[in-house]
């Protein structure tokens, strides 16, 4: 039965720095109607990214902002409850842009359908979607990691950062992360298989801490942080190291950018290459992407952790938790229920899936 009216988040207000719950409004609407060649999709997840932040501002960047007033952007799976689409039916279960609300309707543009065989729904989002994309391709296409090589992670038990090491260590390499809690570096080092594990944040001697975890140095530096991490990385660099700039979460929230890093000598003295990355960059390849990880899921190569928030008036608060770290894997918000099963029961993950709060 589908409701007359729904909720949806709309963006309320510019932040100034970090994120108010105040820069958010939950609204309740009347639920979207397909014309011709639509469909409508009820959300099971919403995902939160840290993009989001920068969707907020009006800072020019790749892509427009969200407009005062209008509903959240955001990546979702759901399931298509009613259609006059040729290629999508009532029942199927779809992953897209489909933004901050209980219903979407939505022409198909952007949205693919699921394999549900391939792992839970909500894997869409996360291992078998844009983040896992983006640690397949950042790690492999713009690191270039070779075997025996060290790879260094910043927000390593992240959404992406907890694939990059794991990638790392497939591949024949030594991966080291740095995350912000001494059970993130725990779970970094005994159940993602990250040879060390840094906790930044009470790390007495940052530089000493990675010199001992890099004793030759660090080849490839996977940088979701920025700032002063990435400083303290670049003074460990060996010849010819590369940095994918995948993100820089520790600037997204500042008035005034920082300083850091502030040595350039160290990519000149080292010819460092420093490269900057948009998954989409890639987007013509997503399907080998996904036809990779897919079959390191399958494997039980890949581990992966979710962090699940019920309910969509929760979403604004568990944004704000995520920039500042209070995440502990992949952030979703449960929207709706499940869709039933199918025959063929999805495989069970392994690791940490599906932790509730
Ligand atoms: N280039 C692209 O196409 C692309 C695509 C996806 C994501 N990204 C970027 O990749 C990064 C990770 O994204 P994700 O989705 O995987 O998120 P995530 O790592 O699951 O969550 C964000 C994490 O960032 C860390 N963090 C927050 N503030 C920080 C600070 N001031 N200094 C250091 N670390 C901080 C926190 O972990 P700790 O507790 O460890 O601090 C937090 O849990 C983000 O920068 C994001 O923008 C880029």
Redesign the pocket.
Known sequence: MIPRTHREVRLAARPVGFPKESDFRLVEAAVPEPSAGQFLVRAVYLSL???MR?RMSDARSYVPPVALGDVMEGGAVGEVVASSHPRFAAGDVVEGRLGWREYAVSDGKGVRKIDRAAGPISTALGVLG??GL?AYF?LLEVGQPKAGETVVV?????????LVGQIAKLKGCRAVG????DA?VAYLTEELGYDAGIN??TAPDLDAALRAACPEGVDVYFD????R?TEAVSRHVKTFARFA??????Q?NLTEPELAPRNERFVLVNRVRIQ??????FAARYKEGLAQLTEWLRAGTLRYKEDVVEGLARAPAALIG??????????LVRVGPDPAPTRAPAPEPRGDAGERR
């Open positions: 990214d840290p993009y920068g844009m983040p983006t950042g910043s927000a390593a038990a992240g959404a992406v950062g907890g740095l995350a912000g809690s993130k930044y944040r979701n942080v920025g700032g991490i700039v995948c993100g820089l979460i520790s997204y900057g990355f948009i998954v989409s960059d995520l920039l500042q770290g209070q995440n502990f894997g992949k952030m």
